[in-house]
Each structure stands twice: as C-alpha cells, then as structure tokens.
C-alpha cells in the first residue's frame, strides 16, 4: 500500500480520536449516554430467542449500536475511544484508502439494531469514512419487542419488563400489532395488576374459573382500548410530548378511580380521559380557549344552515 494512503489513514485515525473526545464531552455535559452497547447485555434483558442466519446484505452503518466483546474501544457512534485500537484501525484505513476490498462484517441482528461480532474496526472505519451501507454476514435474533437504532442503555430496564409481560400475558399472540408501550419503569407491573383485578372481578361475574388469556384479551378489549381510543379521540398525546398512549392510560385510569370515588360511578372514559387533559395539559388554558371557539364556530354555522350535523335528505322540490 502506498505511503500516502498510509498517511491518510494516520491522519483519520487521529482526527476521530479528537472527535471521539469532544463527543465525550458533550455526552457527559448534557447527561447523556455515550456508550456502544453489549450484546450481551442487551441478549439478557431481552430473553433473545433463536438464531437465524440471513446471509450477506448490506446494512445501514448507522444501524449498528452495539458489539459482542469490543464494546469500550468505541464509542456510541463507533469512533475510537481508545488509542490501543489505533494500529488495526490504522489498517483498515490503508485498505480504504488503497481501495482494496476487505470481507463483510459479521453483525447480530435485533429487531431493527446490529451488533458487531466480528469486525469492529472496519465498522468503525466506514463509519468514519462516511460510508452509509456495509456488506454483513447477518444473523437475526429472535425478541418479542421492538428495538430500533434509537437504542439507549437506560432503556433496557423497560424493555425487560416489556419482555417479561408478553411472556407472561402473551399479548404480542392474541392480540397482534398491539401498540402497548411505556417510556417510565414498574409500568408493565402494573399493568399485570390492573389485568389480575379483571380476572377476579370477571370470575365473580361470570361464575366460572376464567383463563388468563381469555382475561388478557377481554382487559385489552374492553378496558385498555376504550380508553386508548379516548385518547386519540380528545387527542392528548398532542399535549404530552414523549410520552405514549399507554403511559396516559395508566394517568388516565387512576384519575378515573378518582372521579368516580369524587363524582360518581357514571363518569367514563371519556369524561375522564378529557378532564385529565383540562386538568393536566402544560397548556391547559389555550386547549380550553381553543375548545370553547371552535364550539362557537360550530353553534353558528348550525344556526345559519340549520345543520344540526345529522342529514335529513334532500329537500323536497
């Protein structure tokens, strides 16, 4: 290889190193993670199922988030954070530079996430380098939740409990494309909860031993979805952004508890899931105000049409 692909890769190493550095920095100064993730670590909370192999493809190099066992010599956005890494990573740029192919990478898949198990340093490259795709040998792991490149580290206490709740509830199979989701740990324990007290009451009702998953769904139908589609319907989730229908059905459900016990055993749903968001919105007073005119705007297209909303055919001639 040439003496100044050689020079090239010196002066790359170098400039991501300075990089890596002051990305630390500002990880650290706005409380934020900076670290590539363990595969192992992540295997574990999820309860990672079987291995399939897919074959070569090409992958998004910015899909790639964690590694197998080289997890502290980059950083979160594969840039080198130690300098022990600089003679391989030297190398592969050499290669780079001198155009010379080099054999796919061996990535784990998981949900929408790669993790390197063989590799590190040319992903590392190709990141650097600007490289968008990578030629992997790609093994998929078999999760029942969801994971995407957003993937943090704090992130993975919910998505055990996530994991922990289908096993049990086995949602993800009577109910298929469910969107339950938290952002907030102990949430998914609750819910378990929430879906035990149905059961029991279901019992008493029905005069009959009920099964779990027969409880599963009827909660899911009967419970959960009202009040998720009270949510859509008023539209809340506008109001609290980074949050999730489920978080506010779990907001929602207490505060019903509370108005029921306040008001009377009639609120609903509904009733409940619109004064929480009077009641709890950051901006309270304009979705109020704004309520209030588009009611007016309504009352007077109906009194200058005499539309009442409800069609009473066509005129007669």
Known sequence: MSKLAASQARSAFDRARRKAFWRQVWCAVRGQSNALLSYEAV?????????????VQAVPVDGIIGSLDR???????????????????????????????????KLYKIGDAYFVFGG?????????????????????CQTRVPVGPDLQAEDLEIKEEQTEFLERTNLDQLRPGHQLEFTTAGAY?????????HRHFKGLEWQREVPEDEAVADWYDYI??????????????????????????????????????????????????????????????????????????????????GDSGESNGPPES
């Open 189 to 197: 324990r609750r819910l378990l909860e929430h879906i035990a007290v």
């Open 120 to 140: 590190n340093h040319r992903v590392s490259v190709a990141r650097e380098m600007g490289v968008a795709f990578i030629d992997a040998e790609v093994t998929e």
């Open 224 to 305: 959960y979805t009202p009040i998720v589609e009270a949510i859509r319907q008023e539209k809340i989730l506008d109001d609290f952004p980074g949050r999730t229908e489920s978080d506010l059905y779990l907001w929602i459900v207490d505060h019903l508890h509370y108005l029921r016990e306040e008001v009377g055993p009639e609120i609903g749903p509904e009733e409940a899931a619109a004064d929480f968001d009077a009641r709890y919105s950051p901006q309270p007073l304009l979705k109020r105000a704004l309520r209030a005119a588009q009611q007016l705007v309504e009352g007077v297209v109906e009194a200058l049409t």
């Open 43 to 55: 295997r574990g909370k999820l309860h990672i199922g079987g291995l399939i192999y897919r074959g």
């Open 71 to 105: 997890y502290r010599d980059f950083d979160r956005v594969f840039l080198p954070s130690q300098e022990h890494t600089a003679e391989r990573w030297r190398s592969i740029g050499r290669a780079f530079y001198s155009d010379v192919s080099l054999p796919p990478v």
